[in-house]
T-cell receptor, first 117, second 114 residues
Framework: KAGVTQTPRYLIKTRGQQVTLSCSPI?????VSWYQQTPGQGLQFLFE???????NKGNFPGRFSGRQFSNSRSEMNVSTLELGDSALYLC????????????????FGPGTRLLVL | KQEVTQIPAALSVPEGENLVLNCSFT??????LQWFRQDPGKGLTSLLL?????REQTSGRLNASLDKSSGRSTLYIAASQPGDSATYLC?????????????FGSGTRLQVQP
C-alpha cells in the first residue's frame, strides 16, 4: 500500500506570494493532519480534516488555511508569505478521526520544504 | 498547556551500546504516546504507539515504556547500530477535546558511531 505522498517536495517563494501544498493520504484513510516543523519551534499542529470538514485547528494566523476533497486528498494554502513561514510542512493521515481514531497511529509523509526569500 | 520534554537533546554512542531516550509530559490526561524517528530532511516514521492503558510496547530492538502517573516515557534501544542514527521524537495525544492533535517534544538527536 502506498504511503502518504506530498507535492511538491521543495518550493522556493518570495515574501508576499502565496503557496499551495498538496497531500494524498494512504488509501482508505480519511483523516489528514498538517504540521509545521521549524528549527526554533519544532513540530506544531496546523489543522486536521476529516470527511471534508476541519475538525481541529492549531494556533496559526488566518493566512494558513486548508481544505479536503471528497477523495480525502488535502491541500493547505499560505497567503502573503513571510520569511518565518520557511519550514518543513508535514502531512499525516489516519483511518478515522476522533473516537477510535484517537488510538491510531498517524502516518507521515516526506514533507514539503518551503523556503521563503 | 501540555509540554513535552526530551532529554538528552543529543547523544553519541559507540555501536553495540544499549541506550535509553527519555520523554516527559506535564498533562497526564493522554490517550496515547507515540515514538517517531526522523532522518535528516525527511518525514516521520512511527516506531511505537503506547495506549494510555498500556505500560510498554516492543518492536524488535526497541522497547517503549509509559508511566502516565509520573508523566514519563522511555525508549530503549538495544545493541545500537549506525543505521539507528536519527532524531527520535515523542508525541502525546491529549484527551482534552480541543487539543487532541499530537504534541511533540523537541527530539533527541542520536549518533551511533561505527
Amino acid at each position: 500500500k502506498a504511503g502518504v505522498t506530498q507535492t511538491p517536495r521543495y518550493l522556493i517563494k518570495t515574501r508576499g506570494q502565496q503557496v499551495t501544498l498538496s497531500c494524498s493520504p494512504i488509501s482508505g484513510h480519511r483523516s489528514v493532519s498538517w504540521y509545521q516543523q521549524t528549527p526554533g519551534q519544532g513540530l506544531q499542529f496546523l489543522f486536521e480534516y476529516f470527511s471534508e470538514t476541519q475538525r481541529n485547528k492549531g494556533n496559526f494566523p488566518g493566512r494558513f488555511s486548508g481544505r479536503q476533497f471528497s477523495n480525502s486528498r488535502s491541500e493547505m494554502n499560505v497567503s502573503t508569505l513571510e520569511l518565518g513561514d520557511s519550514a518543513l510542512y508535514l502531512c499525516a493521515s489516519s483511518l478515522v478521526s476522533g473516537g477510535a481514531g484517537l488510538q491510531e497511529t498517524q502516518y507521515f509523509g516526506p514533507g514539503t520544504r518551503l523556503l521563503v526569500l | 498547556k501540555q509540554e513535552v520534554t526530551q532529554i538528552p537533546a543529543a547523544l553519541s554512542v559507540p555501536e553495540g551500546e544499549n541506550l535509553v531516550l527519555n520523554c516527559s509530559f506535564t498533562d497526564s490526561a493522554i490517550y496515547n504516546l507515540q515514538w517517531f524517528r526522523q532522518d535528516p530532511g525527511k518525514g516521520l516514521t512511527s516506531l511505537l504507539l503506547i495506549q494510555s492503558s498500556q505500560r510498554e510496547q516492543t518492536s524488535g530492538r526497541l522497547n517503549a515504556s509509559l508511566d502516565k502517573s509520573s508523566g514519563r516515557s522511555t525508549l530503549y534501544i538495544a545493541a545500537s547500530q549506525p543505521g539507528d542514527s536519527a532524531t527520535y521524537l515523542c508525541a502525546v495525544r491529549l484527551m482534552d477535546t480541543g487539543r487532541r492533535a499530537l504534541t511533540f517534544g523537541s527530539g533527541t538527536r542520536l549518533q551511533v558511531q561505527p
